[in-house]
């Protein structure tokens, strides 16, 4: 993706985006940045989260899912956004999350790594 010009929502040209299951980086960062309560939840390995961060989200590796989905019931009423590093695996847990009964989730689209090219440059690429 980078160096690919991005469309009016901050995806690349011909991005198969879900609407019902992703969010853009950007329309995150509108709704947190005008005051929505929304939990951002990182599900990549400690690795990963050790070479880019987006600050305030919570670690819930997808490997770690299952041992940490009560941990995640405080936030149940909350709309949960989580990332990955490119969106795929976000996707798997946001669907786990909806089938462990958390209604409004919604995966990143084009994970940390499209958050970096289109939100927060300071956010390294990997």
Avoid at 57 to 77: F, K, M
């Amino acid at each position: 993706m980078t160096g690919t010009p991005l469309d009016e929502r901050g995806l690349p040209p011909g991005y198969p985006f879900k609407n019902d299951w992703e969010i853009t980086p950007r329309e995150y960062l509108s709704r947190r940045d005008a005051g929505e309560a929304i939990v951002l939840v990182d599900c990549r390995t400690a690795a990963e989260r050790d070479l880019a961060t987006i600050p305030g989200s919570i670690h819930v590796p997808l490997h770690d899912l299952a041992n940490q989905v009560d941990d995640l019931r405080e936030h149940e009423g909350t709309p949960i956004v989580v990332h990955c590093h490119h969106g795929a695996r976000s996707l798997q847990v946001t669907a786990a999350l909806r089938a462990y009964g958390f209604e409004d989730v919604r995966s990143m689209a084009g994970g940390i790594h499209l958050w970096s090219l289109d939100v927060d440059p300071s956010v390294p690429v990997y």
